[in-house]
């Protein structure tokens, strides 16, 4: 079993910052992507930002400029730093981790419970 456990949502004013983090533990061999997702009421769950095991990154264009995903290998932990925050930013934000339990195993798929993000004007 795995667990993801994510902290660091709040409440923020427009141009503020927030650092989001994701902890993964349990039986974990290998992972291959890191990322972050968000969704707004009644809206879809959209990718915001993902880092590979190589360390490359890619981020949804709303928040290019303002938002640095990273990681910490050596603990299993996938931070989100937000700067210049905008309502439009305001969401629950979900880690989403794919990773391999042992070496012959296949990828499987990860979620945290969410952490609420909400910018007020």
């Known amino acids: 079993q795995v667990q993801l456990v994510e902290s660091g949502g709040g409440l923020v004013q427009a141009g503020g910052s927030l650092r989001l983090s994701c902890a993964a533990s349990?039986?974990?061999?290998?992972?291959?992507?890191m990322s972050w997702y968000r969704q707004a009421p009644g809206g879809q769950r959209e990718l915001v930002a993902l880092i590979n095991s190589t360390g490359s990154k890619k981020y949804v264009d709303s928040v290019t400029g303002r938002f640095t995903i990273s990681r910490d290998s050596a603990k299993n932990t996938v931070y989100l730093q937000m700067n210049s925050l905008k309502p439009g930013d305001t969401a629950i934000y979900y880690c989403n981790i794919v990773l391999a339990y042992n070496a012959g195993s296949s990828w499987y798929q990860w979620w945290g419970q969410g952490t609420q993000v909400t910018v007020s004007s």
């Open positions: 349990g039986i974990i061999f290998s992972i291959q992507t």
